[in-house]
């Protein structure tokens, strides 16, 4: 495998040129033989020479792709278009398998399709639960995709893959037109006969046959093509979950390799979007102290606006809010200088201005790489919230939707004028384990703003950024420049804005020996 030293972090236009770097590498003879069809079995490893940098953009990218499907079928579990244009998007923008492209870049996308199906086989064999979430959103995956393919590119799968379902000719089905029609629920013969319907052996039916839906005869079980999916599925899914139980005791062989092994271990634990650092980062707007106070209400994600009303009402964070909040502020555009000031101005309304100098200020200025180690600290993301200690009595940091007791996250949202269908269905997708999608409801129901194209808020500042997109009108291109429109009708100019989501930003605390000390320091209060 060659080695590239070169990571695959920072924001879309650092992915846009890891893209472009990858390209440009590529210098090995395609091989068209390998990919003649767009859809994959993936029965057979690929022998490649893979870079460490498309080892990780690959990998990211059909996770990406995978999470999207993932919440997709929580939004809408009865299908339908929104569900199909979420799916096209995700796949389109991360793991595309293009029609009426040149040979070259099918070849490319079918490449990268392969490749990343068994880099994220390897991430996700090692555990029961993170072998069921691949299968299950893999399968969902291949169903959708299957369903795009016309009958001809389905019949070409099917003889490419020795799978002996073979399709009845025009006048078979014609002289069973009756017959196929009386099986299922709408069929008549006009729709039997716009339906390709395949020959299936009658033990591989079983399912289909129970529940009455085809007609057989001879052995065989007539399958409309909306059915034979689930067959071709179900055989998709046997042959992926005895290969990941093979993997899973592979795995063991890899643990010499230190390049690989970090990289897989931490995927499943990844997260995807932007890390809303100072680097590169440019708000909508000017953010000052004052405005704080107007932004909170209007555009902060509710976990934020829980921390800033507790601030408001007793003048002080404990250690845990102080960092998830202030990191946030960070995150939105604060600069050092006026998030002292925002912190002097409240703090100072319950203690001493020496006290909060000695106790505090140094904190801030830690956390904004002025102090300690100088690390340029960033925002939590929504997973790290989550996951992380739940606040105890006194405490103003965590998720509400994760954290609060039912009865607390309905009144507090009754007092937030959320009206009582919002209110109902935000508390069932907590009540289902859903807490990210929870707040994406509570963003639409706050701002009468659809996000089923952003699909899930993974991070607080990324609430924030779309709420003020929202509220001011602005937009985000995909390398995170703000877009305004021209004057007249000449082209349009562009404006730095806040940095786009980078294709592989690991979550991780970055806090540890320097966060002992500051919480040490609020022992002395």
């Known amino acids: 495998m060659q080695h590239v030293k070169r990571g695959v972090r920072g924001g879309g236009r650092d992915r846009i040129n890891a893209k472009k770097s990858i390209r440009q590498q590529r210098r090995a003879p395609r091989d068209y033989s390998k990919y003649t069809h767009r859809l994959s079995l ?254 909170a209400p209007e555009s902060f994600p509710l976990c934020m606006r829980h921390s800033h009303d507790h601030l408001m009402q007793h003048h002080h964070l404990k250690h845990g809010a102080r960092m998830q909040y202030g990191l946030f502020l960070k995150g939105i555009g604060l600069t050092l200088e006026e998030a002292l000031l925002f912190w002097r101005s409240e703090f100072g309304k319950s203690m001493s201005m020496d006290k909060f100098e000695k106790n505090h200020a140094y904190n801030i200025r830690h956390n904004y790489g002025k102090e300690g180690k100088r690390t340029d600290y960033t925002p939590y993301s929504c997973m790290k919230i989550i996951m992380s200690n739940p606040p105890g009595t006194g405490d103003a940091h965590g998720c509400p939707f994760r954290h609060f007791d039912q009865g607390e996250l309905r009144l507090r949202l009754m007092s937030y004028k959320v009206p009582p269908k919002g209110i109902s269905e935000i508390m069932k997708l907590v009540s289902d384990q859903h807490y990210q999608l929870a707040c994406v409801r509570y963003f639409e129901v706050t701002h009468g703003d659809d996000l089923h194209g952003a699909m899930a808020l993974q991070h607080p500042n990324q609430y924030f950024q779309k709420s003020r997109e929202v509220r001011t009108g602005d937009k985000m291109d995909v390398e995170g420049v703000k877009k305004e429109a021209a004057p007249g009708p000449a082209a349009s100019t562009a404006a730095p804005a806040a940095a786009a989501p980078s294709p592989a930003k690991m979550d991780t605390d970055g806090h540890n020996s320097d966060d002992d000390l500051m919480a040490a320091m609020d022992a002395m209060e």
Not at 56 to 79: G, M, Q
Not at 99 to 111: G, H, I, L
Not at 175 to 194: E, F, H, P, W
Not at 250 to 272: C, F, G, H, I, V
């Open 42 to 295: 993936f029965t057979h490893p690929p022998i490649d020479e893979v870079s460490l940098e498309e080892f990780e953009l690959f990998a990211v990218d059909r996770l990406r792709a995978l999470k999207c499907i993932e919440t997709a079928k929580v939004r809408w579990p009865k299908r339908g278009e929104e569900y199909d244009k979420a799916i096209r998007v995700a796949l389109r923008d991360n793991i595309p398998l293009s029609t009426n492209v040149d040979a070259e870049t099918a070849y490319d996308e079918r490449r990268k399709d392969h490749v990343s199906h068994y880099i994220l086989r390897l991430a996700y064999c090692k555990s029961e639960d993170l072998r069921r979430w691949f299968l299950t959103n893999e399968c969902d995956m291949f169903r959708y995709r299957f369903d795009q393919e016309d009958g001809d590119s389905v019949n070409t799968f099917l003889t490419l893959n020795n799978l002996s379902y073979a399709p009845i000719s025009h006048s078979d089905k014609e002289s069973r037109a009756q017959k196929l029609a009386s099986c299922g629920y709408t069929n008549n013969i006009d729709k039997v006969m716009r339906t390709d319907y395949y020959q299936v052996a009658f033990e591989e039916a079983g399912e289909l046959v129970k529940s009455r839906r085809v007609y057989v005869e001879g052995g065989f079980a007539y399958v409309p093509k909306g059915d034979i999916i689930s067959i071709i599925v179900g055989a998709f899914r046997a042959k992926l979950s005895a290969a990941l139980t093979a993997t899973s005791k592979a795995l063991p062989s890899l643990e010499e390799d230190t390049r690989l092994l970090p990289m897989l271990t931490n995927l499943s634990k990844q997260y995807l979007g932007s890390d809303y650092g100072n680097s590169g980062n440019k708000a909508i707007e000017t953010i000052t102290a004052a405005a704080v106070h107007q932004l």
